[in-house]
């Protein structure tokens, strides 16, 4: 089992900037990657960044050149680091650790709420 927990979301601006924080606890070396997803009410949960053991990072289209995901210094917490946040970015913002390829290891954590007002 690997737990998930996420944290650093709020209230911003347009414009503004935050940083989440996903720390990973448990078997992590069971995972291979760890991503950040957001859902927005009404909509499908969707991938913005993901970044893997190696370092193989990805980024959703919307928000290239804005965001950007990282990992600290233990290799069990990963930012997401959100500059010149949008309306458009509010949504549930989740963290997934998993294994590209064994699908049953996968774990959310609960969620944080990021709300970006005009």
């Known amino acids: 089992q690997v737990q998930v927990v996420e944290s650093g979301g709020g209230l911003v601006q347009a414009g503004g900037s935050l940083r989440l924080s996903c720390a990973t606890a448990?078997?992590?070396?069971?995972?291979?990657?760890i991503g950040w997803f957001r859902q927005a009410p009404g909509k499908e949960r969707e991938l913005v960044a993901s970044i893997s053991s190696v370092g193989t990072i990805n980024y959703a289209e919307a928000v290239k050149g804005r965001f950007t995901i990282s990992r600290g210094n233990t290799k069990n917490t990963v930012y997401l680091q959100m500059n010149s946040l949008k309306p458009d970015d509010t949504a549930i913002y989740y963290c997934?650790?998993?294994?590209?390829?064994?699908?049953?290891?996968?774990?959310w954590g609960q969620g944080t709420q990021v709300t970006v007002s005009s």
């Open positions: 997934r650790a998993y294994h590209t390829v064994f699908v049953k290891l996968n774990y």
């Open positions: 448990g078997n992590t070396l069971s995972i291979n990657a």
